[in-house]
């Protein structure tokens, strides 16, 4: 039956089929704007006070951040402005900017270096918050996502991104490699290489651990990997396949999908492998489970009434709810952080694109126009949504804000990219 084949899981079939184009190893990602908000804050990024080639460095990265976001208008600020003088704000005025932020990069007694920024509301002449930061050479481009953070969070009211990081998988010619990066495809590291397949890579809520699923034993096996240590351990090895992880919001329990009883159900098991229990039983396809922010729910994908559909059945077990019903092929379904929306797929005229759902209203939004979407991941903040997609004929990372208006695109020069996940934010 061409259902049950299209579910278990949706990406093993690619995978195997080999449908990436090698790639160089730890290769960067390159971010693409295509899409703007409709109305953006007009916001001015002085250059820093310091030593040049540093302070241009941090500055070009903080203002690449704001633009990437798509919510802000980078405006000339025409001047250095450091964080002890109060900014030109008449000049400030003329060139219509809202916000401007300035600052200096100093060594500090230790080696190090220290920088500090300070953030004023131009119209009301006023300072809306300072920070410093100590760090060393290396760390110069996280300190400048960190300062992006504090910007965004100061104008928006909601945290930043820029400081999360991303996972992805890439396959160079016989290798697979499970990638991560800053959010702005920066700073590319290997956490695994495998000359079998790596796919559904979920990241555990502290931001410590990955899950994900493995063919290194010729069959699909759930490791939890610590990724400090570097060291993994197996979660799940049953008879059959082992799939499809999810982690439960206390970090404690994963969702997985087994065949070990027959068809492809849901189980809970511990992080370290034990106490595995079956949630719920149907006649079909049970597959893709995913946490609810508040961990109550649980959604997943089924054919249990006749096509793939999303479901929902509480965490602790019980009966399953449908939420789809729109279409004759929904998938894929991942809550927003704040539980009011559903990211998924949804098959439209023979397009896989990726979709929202108000799960309040139910009311349904297309947020791609594009043809082969999967494996959509939420932003922490749910401001956006990355995800992966096709573009002549190579796979490529994209993402999309909630509302459908600003776009990016990530890419691996000459390679194909799988499987992203956000990171949560930091502690």
Do not use: C
Not at 99 to 118: F, I, Q
Not at 148 to 173: C, H, M, N, Q
Not at 321 to 347: C, H, M, Q
Not at 372 to 389: C, H, Q, V, W
Request: no cysteine; hydrophobic share 40%; proline share 6%.
């Amino acid at each position: 039956m061409r259902l049950r084949v299209s579910l278990v899981p949706l990406l093993i079939a690619g995978l195997v089929a080999g449908v990436f184009i090698s790639s160089p190893a730890q290769a960067q990602l390159t971010v693409e704007i295509t899409g703007q908000s409709g109305k953006r804050l007009p916001v001015a990024i002085a250059d820093f006070a310091g030593e040049r080639i540093i302070a241009q460095a941090l500055t070009s990265v903080i203002r690449a951040d704001l633009d990437r976001s798509g919510l802000f208008r980078l405006v000339d600020a025409g001047a250095t402005i450091d964080e002890t003088t109060p900014p030109p704000f008449g000049d400030l005025k003329s060139r219509e900017a809202d916000a401007v932020a300035g600052g200096s990069v100093g060594m500090a007694g230790d080696g190090r270096y220290e920088t500090r920024v300070r953030l004023y509301d131009v119209p009301k002449q006023v300072a809306l918050g300072a920070q410093a930061y100590a760090h060393t050479g290396t760390q110069l481009r996280t300190t400048a996502h960190r300062i992006s953070d504090f910007i965004y969070e100061k104008l928006t009211g909601e945290p930043g991104l820029f400081s999360t990081r991303i996972a992805y998988v890439v396959k160079s010619t016989g290798r697979y490699e499970l990638q991560i990066a800053d959010a702005d495809g920066n700073n590319p590291q290997s956490a695994l290489a495998s000359r079998e397949p790596i796919i559904s890579p979920t990241w555990s809520p502290d931001g410590g651990k990955l899950a994900y699923v493995s063919f290194e034993a010729k069959k699909p096996v759930v490791y939890v990997h610590d990724l400090v240590s570097g060291r993994r351990h197996v979660v799940a090895n049953f008879k059959g396949s082992n799939s499809a992880p999810s982690w439960s919001p206390d970090g404690k329990q994963l969702a997985v999908v087994l065949t070990k009883d027959g068809n492809s159900q849901i189980y809970l098991v511990n992080v370290d492998g034990s106490g595995v229990r079956r949630l719920a039983s149907s006649p079909g396809i049970d597959t893709e489970p995913r946490f609810s922010a508040d961990g109550a729910h649980i959604y997943f994908t089924s054919d249990r009434g006749g096509s793939p559909q999303i479901y929902r059945l509480p965490a602790a077990g019980g009966t399953a709810e449908r939420i789809t019903f729109d279409g004759s092929y929904n998938v894929t379904p991942r809550p927003s952080p704040d539980g009011k929306s559903l990211a998924y797929i949804a098959r439209n005229n023979g397009r896989f694109q990726l979709s929202l759902m108000d799960l309040a209203t139910k009311q349904i939004q297309v947020l791609t126009d594009s043809a082969k979407d999967e494996s959509p991941s939420f932003a922490p903040n749910g401001r956006m949504i990355l995800y992966a997609t096709e573009v002549g004929g190579r796979g490529v990372l994209a993402a999309v804000s909630a509302d459908g208006r600003v776009k990016q695109r990530l890419s691996v020069h000459a390679a194909d990219v799988r499987e992203p996940t956000w990171a949560p934010l930091r502690k």
